[in-house]
């Protein structure tokens, strides 16, 4: 048997005569160890020879500035997208930022999206991978001081390109965009734009994956180095939750089952499921103490978003200026980054996204029936749109579990277990025959 999370404790019944278990895909693993650490490393050494990235720098110069920076960037999800066969475009996000907080002019700006459309023209998702490409020393307004960023965030944009170049390759049902976004250090402008851009346009984001500082394993202060642990934060109530929609989440205890927490656990589980040495730390939280991040703005415009960052800062390297203090090193200087960790990081988001992308749509309508009192527990939902899954697993836990413990496969649309509502919580995803599962829907309550 394959190893699995060690939180998925059940087997799994698909008929009376057969058993499967929770198993990894050869095609995924495939892409997984094809990403390459020496490729992350090429990428972020590349991208900290542009001098500074700030957003605010230089957009003429041929070798330094942000304006080289994004155009080597573009260059390369193009060179990648050579081998999709026509499926991956490769396009400027170009919008321009109105003088405000950190932006002492109106300023043009561009992000950096390779789309790998999906094979299922009926198929509407869409998954996002993304880091930021700006940089910045100990003054958010210096643009003209050697600014590396290599960990912040030259590490992420390495993840979202790498990942670009072993996917593009592969074929996918849904549409994956690999991005890159700029003013991140601004006022999370790049972002911004996109997620604005895909609310106006009707994106349907299914999860956005967000990679901001993933290539430190130093613990400052503390002396630790830890290259297997991984934060994932994630909202526990969504941004954009309505009154009605907050009073159901209280009366039917859903405050830790957001999309965003779904999708942090089902990363979790994915991702240990096919990365060796890999613990990812579930923090319940939308970003690090009073901080942010990319994926806030998607989170405020309703989609399930999520932030991947290292376990241990050191804040030696972020957001200064070059130089040695009394026999300290300041800066994010390329030799510092773990870039057998920033693998570890990228195969993490690969594998999380390949079986989302591979994977049935969530189901429809899932809901916990409450027409009559019952120490079991009645589910009911609809089909996915789209391709027809191969059955269903039903998840549950205990409440006071962060993770799902149990899943019970059927292969109908309704669902009784013989555990009480009033002490598990449950949720339902569909899957197909060769074990892609789709993101869990947490139920409301139905009669």
Do not use: C
Request: proline share 4%; no cysteine; hydrophobic share 35%.
């Amino acid at each position: 048997m394959k190893r699995i999370s060690l939180f998925i404790i059940s087997l799994i019944t698909i008929s009376a005569s057969a058993q499967t278990t929770i198993r990894q895909d050869p095609a995924i693993k495939q892409m997984v160890d094809e990403v390459s650490s020496k490729n992350i490393e090429s990428i972020v050494r590349k991208l900290v020879s542009f001098k500074t990235r700030h957003t605010l720098s230089d957009t003429v110069s041929k070798t330094e500035g942000v304006g080289a920076a994004r155009n080597w960037i573009k260059a390369e999800y193009e060179r990648y997208a050579a081998a999709s066969n026509g499926r991956m475009k490769v396009q400027f996000d170009e919008f321009v930022q109105p003088k405000g907080n950190r932006i002492d002019k109106p300023t043009p700006m561009k992000n950096v999206l390779a789309i790998l459309k999906g094979t299922d023209t009926a198929d509407k998702r869409i998954y996002i991978v993304s880091g930021h490409y700006d940089s910045r020393v100990s003054d958010v307004m210096d643009v003209k001081s050697f600014a590396p960023g290599a960990v912040d965030d030259a590490s992420g944009t390495a993840v979202s390109m790498e990942l670009a170049r072993v996917m593009a390759k592969r074929r996918f049902p849904a549409t994956i965009i690999f991005m890159a976004v700029v003013g991140e250090e601004q006022g999370l402008y790049g972002s911004t734009n996109v997620a604005k851009r895909a609310k106006a346009e009707g994106w349907q984001i299914d999860a956005m994956l967000n990679n901001d500082i993933v290539g430190n394993t130093y613990g400052m202060e503390t002396g630790l180095k830890d290259n297997r642990s991984v934060r994932v934060f994630s909202e526990g109530v969504p941004a954009v939750e309505t009154e009605k929609q907050a009073a159901v989440r209280n009366s039917v205890g859903g405050e830790n089952d957001s999309p965003a927490r779904e999708l942090a656990r089902y990363t979790k589980e994915i991702a240990e499921r096919y990365v060796e040495q890999l613990d990812v730390k579930l923090i319940y939280r939308r970003d690090r103490y009073l901080r942010g991040g990319d994926h806030i703005p998607f989170s405020q415009q309703g989609f399930a978003a999520i932030r991947i960052t290292e376990m241990n800062e050191d804040f030696n390297r972020q957001h200064q200026d070059i130089r040695q203090e009394n026999g300290v090193d300041y800066g994010d200087l390329p030799d510092f980054a773990d870039y057998d960790y920033i693998q570890k990081v990228a195969r993490m988001n690969l594998s999380t996204l390949a079986n989302l992308a591979l994977a049935p749509s969530s189901p429809q309508n899932v809901g916990v029936i409450t027409s009559g009192l019952t120490n079991k527990t009645q589910l009911k939902w609809d089909a996915p749109k789209g391709k027809a899954p191969a059955g269903y697993y039903v998840l549950m836990r205990e409440t006071i579990s962060p993770y799902w413990e149990k899943k019970f496969f059927v292969t109908g649309t309704t669902a009784n277990i013989g555990y009480s509502k009033d002490n598990y919580l449950f949720a339902v995803q569909a899957v197909d025959a060769e074990g892609h599962e789709s993101l869990p829907v947490f139920p409301k309550p139905v009669r």
